[in-house]
């Protein structure tokens, strides 16, 4: 399997040779959609807490006698429908995280990045070399590559240049090889990427 290859400046300089195992997975709807939640999950700090009832501070004397006031009968000023009350059902601390095994999260990446290039999705460029951080030298770049919506780029490796360059770009994001995963596939519209980082993620799949 090959996709041809582009420069900077959206010219096509040539083509590149993908391993079918990696670029050629069947699609998997409910695998990736299991990923994805995982990651979602595994994102949230779950340091929420709330106060109920019995952690509020006062409220331990009945506020008035039971009958003969005319007001509700109330057992505390601490209760939830009490303006500084305690939280029915109070959120507490817990752990969100979910376990997902190796060979699940290999096969939802290969699947979710197979139909990013079946769906022309997938942008390979020869080189991404920035001199200097220059905002403007990416955006020309996505100019000349037809990239206006959410794009995720990939480098082989940390290129800071290209980080800073892309930082005040709205809706543009920064990964490298190694770090790239489903999610950033599923929620990009176009995956710009280099060849050498084509190369790594094949061999990170073999």
Not at 81 to 109: L, T
Not at 161 to 166: C, D, E, H, P, Y
Not at 185 to 206: F, G, M, N, P, Y
Request: proline share 3%.
């Amino acid at each position: 399997m090959q996709t041809k290859v582009l420069n900077i400046k959206g010219e096509e300089v040539g083509k590149v040779s993908l391993n079918d195992e990696v670029f050629k997975a069947p699609y998997n709807e409910a695998l990736i959609h299991q990923i994805v939640v995982a990651y979602l999950a595994n994102q949230r700090q779950g340091t929420k807490s709330t106060l109920t009832r019995s952690e509020v501070r006062g409220g331990g004397r009945k506020p008035w006698r039971q009958k003969g006031t005319g007001n509700a009968r109330q057992g505390s000023i601490r209760a939830p429908q009490w303006i500084k009350g305690g939280v029915v059902f109070a959120p507490k601390p817990r752990d969100f995280s979910k376990k997902v095994n190796k060979q699940m999260k290999r096969a939802a990446f290969v699947s979710a990045i197979s139909t990013c290039l079946a769906e022309k999705c997938l942008v390979v460029v020869d080189d991404l070399t920035l001199e200097a951080p220059k905002t403007k030298a990416v955006a020309e770049i996505l100019s000349n590559l037809k990239l206006e919506k959410r794009v995720t780029i990939v480098t082989n490796g940390m290129n800071e240049n290209v980080v800073l360059s892309a930082s005040n770009i709205p809706n543009v994001n920064v990964t490298t090889a190694d770090q790239l995963c489903t999610y950033d596939i599923v929620v990009s519209d176009k995956i710009l990427i280099t060849k050498e980082a084509i190369k790594a993620i094949e061999e990170a799949c073999k």
